[in-house]
């Protein structure tokens, strides 16, 4: 997390214009044509971000096992999935190897490493809370889904229920668009609702585990 809040930062203060994190996306920051003095920051730290979650999935591996093993592994996929997915789009845009002869490589990695860290999100949760039967575990695990449904509720009502189809930019503040149809707007939500769950997961697991551990001996 540490490593992705660095080369965010670096990466920002690079941008040739004020960010505008609202309305702008996070590919804007690691387009080698956007941000050119920037994208390298950013890109190299998902690079690192990927990595260390390939660490992660093996600590989480020791203690969602013992918990929910259906949603944990279902979890463990998609983690390992979305960080692939983020390690490529790192490699593809640091080096720019691959832009020129497959201009759709870079919408495609990010589209694999958005999904799949927000499932991991959603299925690691719901595998150490549900086990809780509380109000809170529940709401925890749909908390999870809110970034992501209202990313694809946006995109949904600006296809089908209006003229609209540019994609969202800057000018969209200007024109009076309202937050909640930026893309932008809701792709920031789940990026830091991801690190934010991973992080508290490291908290709730190891409490988690222990605690089943004694139901089982008790049973």
């Known amino acids: 997390m540490a490593i992705s809040i660095l080369g965010l930062g670096l990466s920002v203060s690079k941008y040739p214009t004020t960010y505008d994190w609202m309305y702008t996306v996070i590919s804007s920051l690691i387009s080698p ?3 050119p003095d920037g994208y390298r ?29 259906g ?4 979890g463990l996929i998609a983690l390992n999935v979305g960080a692939l997915g983020l390690f490529l789009t790192g490699i593809e845009r640091a080096f720019s190897f691959l832009s020129p002869s497959y201009p759709k490589t870079h919408e495609l990695l990010a589209f694999v490493a958005f999904l799949g860290l927000n499932f991991a999100v959603i299925f690691l949760w719901s595998s150490t809370l549900s086990l809780r039967r509380t109000s ?16 694809a509720l946006s995109q949904a009502y600006l296809y089908w229920g209006t003229s609209r189809r540019g994609w969202v930019g800057p ?25 934010i769950y991973l992080y508290l997961l490291l908290w709730i697991l190891p409490l988690n585990s222990s605690v089943n551990s004694k139901v089982k001996e008790n049973s």
């Not at 949603?71 to 279902?74: I, P």
């Not at 024109?175 to 707007?185: H, I, M, N, R």
């Open 136 to 151: 809170k575990g529940r709401w925890g695990a749909v908390l999870a889904t809110l970034p992501l449904a209202g990313a």
């Open 171 to 195: 000018s969209w503040r200007a024109e009076g668009v309202p937050l909640y149809l930026s893309f932008a707007f809701w792709q920031w939500l789940v990026f830091a609702a991801i690190f």
């Open 33 to 35: 044509r956007d941000n």
């Open 41 to 69: 920051y950013l890109a190299l730290s998902f690079v690192c971000s990927a990595i260390g979650l390939g660490a992660y999935g093996v600590f989480i591996k020791r203690h969602t096992a013992k918990l929910h093993p």
């Open 71 to 74: 949603f944990a592994r279902l």
